[in-house]
Every structure is written in C-alpha cells, then in structure tokens.
C-alpha cells in the first residue's frame, strides 16, 4: 500500500513539474514580454523609430519621406546603413545604432534598410538621375541665377517664401537640414508635398512651374545647395531681446 502511495506521489508531483508552463497566472509562451533588441518585423522598427521624423507611412513628417522609389533606388542599402547607423551631423538625425549610443542592433538596422527597399522601392529612372553623394562644390552665385529661373516660382524671389511653398533661406531652416539634405530633395523632390524632383515633373507628369526649364545636372544641384546654405548663419532663429531693452531691440545674443 505504501508503496502504491510513493508511486502515486511522485506521478502527482511528475505532472506538476511537467505542467509548470501552464500554472495559473503564469503567462502563456504567445503573452511572454518580447525583448526589443528581439523584434525584426519592419512596421513595428520603423513606427518606433522612425516615424516620428519621416512620417507614419514613410510621408508628411518633417524630414524628407522615405517612402519615395527614387530615393531608394539613389539610396543604396550601404549608404542607409551608414546613415541610420551613425546619423547625420549637423542635422537632427540621430545615430541608432546601440555602438552609437542609439538603440538598435546591427541587424535591426538592417531589417529597416531592407525593409523600405522592399516596402518602397522600384524606380525605373534612377540611372538618368544625378547622383544623391556629389564631390562637385557649388558656386553660391551661379546658384542663385539658377534658384531664380528654377525654383522661385513655388519658394518665392530669394527663397523667402512664395505661394505654394515656404521659405528655405530661413535660418532656423537651414540650422536643421544638412547640405545633403538640401541635395537630397532637390534631386528628389518631395511627393508628398507636391515638390517636383530635378526633371521638373511630380508623379511623372511635367509641373507648370518648371514648364520648358531643362533638368537639373550634376553641378547645378551642387550650385543650388551652395546657394542656400550660404544663407546659413552663426546663431539661427528669432533674434533674442537685449538685456538693456526688455521689450526687444531687435538685437540677437549667442
């Protein structure tokens, strides 16, 4: 009989530690907390991570969308690796990467690049275009002649401003984009916002603003960049009222 008791007990005490998976209150394996450096899956490392900056779909955010075929199709998977990797200096793109200080790995890098190029991608007319790194320096003066014919119609006289688009000389503006950046959307365009890319046309059709007006080469998207980053200046922003006056004397203080 005690031995028939042992035998029972230890089967009792067998199936207790074999169902230990499925004790009350114990989380199932699907409701486990996953570990960040754990997920891949590209939607939820770019709502994360990304979104915030580009856009909810990759458009309409602040900085240039990514959900656009000729940038990626400009953008190769080694230049978007080094720019997720190790950000962008003088801009607000920061490094994400966890050897940077950011917060992801190696391969979640990865699976993001990857993931806008399959997501994005597919532009057939990449090869015609300039090409998005240039070591050509631009003059600011040709630049200017040329913002004049090719982009004042939308920003206005200058770059202060016009009808359909805002101001790109500000120097707030340009106190948060790079010169690649600049290059990058003049190339490019901006689908989202209805910017025609350096042919002239939007979604392949011609716009009127740019109506007889040749492309944009090499040199002169270089000249364009020139031009407006030579707006720039040392402290950007509304200027900051002077100590002596408190009602502001139009004077700016580092």
């Known amino acids: 009989m005690m031995q028939r008791l042992t035998s029972l007990s230890m089967a009792i005490i067998g199936v207790f530690l074999v ?13 486990e907390s996953v570990l960040p450096t ?3 899956a590209f939607n939820t490392l770019y709502s994360a991570n990304c979104s915030g900056c580009h856009g909810a779909n990759g458009q309409f955010g602040a900085a240039r969308p990514l959900n656009d075929p000729l940038y990626l ?20 793109m920061p490094p994400f990467a966890r050897k940077q200080g950011g917060g992801l790995t190696n391969q ?12 994005w991608g597919n532009a057939d007319d990449s090869q015609a275009a300039p090409p998005l790194v240039s070591s050509t320096k631009g003059n600011p003066a040709r630049g200017s002649s040329l913002f004049a014919s090719h982009c004042a119609a939308c920003h206005g006289k200058g770059g202060t ?10 120097s707030t503006y ?21 910017m025609p890319n350096w042919q002239g046309t939007l ?17 002169q998207i270089s000249d364009l ?26 004077t700016q203080v580092p």
């Open 38 to 40: 754990d997920v891949h």
């Open 19 to 31: 169902g230990c998976d499925w004790m009350p209150g114990k989380p199932t394996r699907a409701e």
């Open 203 to 219: 979604n392949g059709s011609p716009a009127s603003e740019r109506d007889g007006l040749p492309p944009l080469n090499d040199r």
């Open 73 to 92: 199709s400009l953008a190769d998977t080694a230049y978007l690796v080094q720019v997720t990797t190790d950000g962008v200096h003088g801009s607000l």
């Open 174 to 194: 340009l106190s948060l984009v790079s010169d690649q950046s600049l290059r990058s959307v003049i190339i490019c365009g901006r689908l989202d916002l209805g």
């Open 108 to 119: 979640q890098v990865s699976d993001i690049v990857n993931g806008m190029h399959r997501t």
């Open 225 to 250: 960049v020139a031009f407006l980053a030579s707006h720039r200046v040392e402290f950007p922003g509304a200027p900051f009222p002077s100590l002596g006056n408190p009602r502001g004397s139009g």
């Open 161 to 170: 401003g016009g009808r359909t688009a805002g101001s790109v000389v500000d």
